[in-house]
Structure formats: C-alpha cells, structure tokens
C-alpha cells in the first residue's frame, strides 16, 4: 500500500477520473482497468458508481429533485436531460425509473464518468473530498463482497425489524402493548387509534411534525405486500392522486400525492409514504404522512418506528385479514 494511505484501486479510479476530466474520454486501457459491470471485486467503476449515488444523496437532502440535480453541461455524459433525469432518479430510489435505466443502457461507464465529475464540478469538491467519497465506497464495496451478495439487503428477522413476537433477535426497547402490534415508545409521542365499530383496526403514532399509521394483517402467502402495494398504486391513481414505487430504508415504498380537503375545505394534495413489510403469516403497513412523508424528508423517526415495532399474528378474531388492537396496555418487552 503507498505511504498516504491510498489502495491501488483508490489511485486507479483518481487516476481515471483525472483522465476522463481532462480529455472527456478515456485510453482503452483505461476502460479496461475501470472494470465497469464487474461486481465480484472491487474496481475502480464501483468506486466511481458509489461516489457518484453519494453526491446525488447529499443533493437530493438539500430538497433538490432528479430534475433539479442535472448538470448544466452533459456534453461528456452522453445523456440528454431526460435521460440524465432518469439516472439520478433511478439512484435517488425510484424503482420504475430503475428499471428503465436498465432497459435503456443509459448508465454506462462513460455517463456515470460524466454525471460525477460535471456534479462534482459544480459543488466545488475538493480532491480531499473526493479522496473521503473514494474510500468510503470502497469500505462498502469491500463489505458487499466480502458478504458475498453485492445487493444484500439486511435480512428481517435477524439483523432488522419488523419483528414478529416469536423473534428473539427482537431489541428489549420500551414498547406500548396494543395486542396484535407492540409500538416503540418515545418522549413526547402521541398515540392515536383508528376504530371500525367498537374494534381498534390501526393506530396512528405521532411524533412532533411526523406521523405514522400501523396497521398488520393476517398472511399465510409470501410477498402480500407486493400484492397490497400494487392495489394500493391503483387505489391513489384512480381516485386522482399520484404514486411511484421507490427503494426506501425497509425496502420498496410507495410515495404519493393525494387528494384531501385543506381545513378551509379547498382541494388540497397531501404528499405520503407507504412503507410495507412481510413477516411471517402477517404483512405491516405504515403510512407516512406530515415531515417525515415529504420525498426529500430527512427525518427518519418514522422508519426507526416501523422497523422496531413488533407484530403478534396470533391476536386475531379470524373474522378478516386485519390483526386487531386493543387499547393500551404500556409495559417494557
């Protein structure tokens, strides 16, 4: 290893970068040691695709859209601006968009090149934090092989939650008894439940500016919340509103806008997220609405109480899918 710290396919994909800066294009040799499509080693392709996802990130918490964080100049990406669009959005979550990325070819080595060094032009990165966003991605591309599966997600159950009540792995956190749901509980939370006659069929749990409605469901089929998600995606579009499916912390969610009544009774549209997860015989679902449901939301209350919230299949009348609650009982589990 040289003395300054730096790997080999550190100095590589510096030195890529610096060539590709320069002349727009790149030597084949150059091409060759990228190693672009390569995902079983680290190369210096990975390191430039994972520098790259962490700057459009960083933009994307600034409140910038997709849209917004196209560069001016895309003469060495290759893309137009709709194309462009689509990349970073594609990298900001949005699943259909990644799929159309795929389908199109449109992330290559030439624009992943091209969108990262005209976005790292135009936030005046330093080669010092350049260098940072180079050895971050390869401590995450290290781990990735090391796991032996480049796109792993952690596996629920074990290493995150939702939990179901059988799990041990479950973190002792102080929690509010519902019956068929055990709430994380929080300083200055608020809890707030949703009836259907006399029954308690959800609950709503608020904290500050973010809200968040839990509800589980009955399942004895994997992948319910593939199927809810496409009826709920049906549900918003026909009753006028709009939604997208993105990668999100705990998985694919739905953002959407929806049509409501302002309190001065105008037409108004909310923005949400509706997080999903399956566990075994039972499906949760949370809505996100207030701060923590705008897209570019930093607030991550509402994820951390999703994933730390326990789901007891067996409190169930049989009567529908939906895991019915009672009203509360607070105790430590």
Not at 6 to 18: L, P, W
Not at 111 to 122: K, N, P
Not at 192 to 211: H, N, R
Request: charged letters at 25%; a negative charge; glycine letters at 10%.
């Amino acid at each position: 290893m040289p003395e300054d710290g730096s790997t080999e396919v550190h100095i590589a994909t510096k030195r890529i970068v610096d060539e590709f800066r320069q002349r727009g294009a790149l030597t084949p040799e150059s091409v060759v040691s990228a190693g672009f499509g390569q995902w079983d080693r680290v190369v210096p392709s990975w390191l430039i695709l994972s520098a790259l996802m962490s700057v459009v990130r960083a933009r994307g918490e600034k409140g910038r859209s997709a849209a917004a964080q196209v560069p001016v100049d895309l003469t060495k990406t290759g893309l137009s601006h709709d194309e462009a669009a689509l990349v970073v959005a594609s990298l900001l979550g949005d699943v259909a968009g990644a799929w159309d990325v795929q389908a199109r070819g449109l992330l290559t080595l030439q624009s992943m090149l091209g969108l990262f060094c005209a976005m790292a032009d135009e936030d005046s990165l330093s080669p010092q934090q350049l260098d940072d966003l180079y050895e971050i991605g390869e401590e995450i591309c290290r781990e990735t092989v090391r796991s032996g599966d480049r796109i792993r997600p952690p596996v629920r159950g074990v290493e995150m939650g939702p939990w179901d009540a059988s799990e041990e792995a479950a973190p002792r956190l102080d929690r509010v008894d519902l019956g068929g749901l055990r709430v994380p509980s929080s300083d200055g939370f608020e809890l707030q439940p949703m009836y259907a006659g006399e029954s308690i069929l959800a609950v709503t749990v608020i904290q500050g500016p973010t809200a968040i409605q839990l509800q589980a469901f009955r399942s004895e089929r994997a992948g319910s919340w593939e199927g809810i998600r496409q009826e709920l995606l049906n549900r918003i579009r026909l009753l006028g509103g709009s939604a997208s499916e993105w990668f999100g912390p705990v998985g694919v969610e739905i953002r959407a806008e929806v049509p409501v009544t302002d309190p001065a009774g105008r037409p108004a549209r909310r923005r949400i997220k509706i997080l999903g997860c399956d566990g075994p015989r039972w499906t949760l679902r949370g809505f996100v609405s207030g701060l923590g449901g705008e897209p570019d939301s930093t607030d991550d209350w509402a994820y951390e109480t999703f994933t730390e919230t326990v789901v007891v299949p067996d409190v169930w009348d049989g009567r529908d899918t939906t895991i019915a609650l009672r009203w509360p009982q607070a105790e430590r589990q």
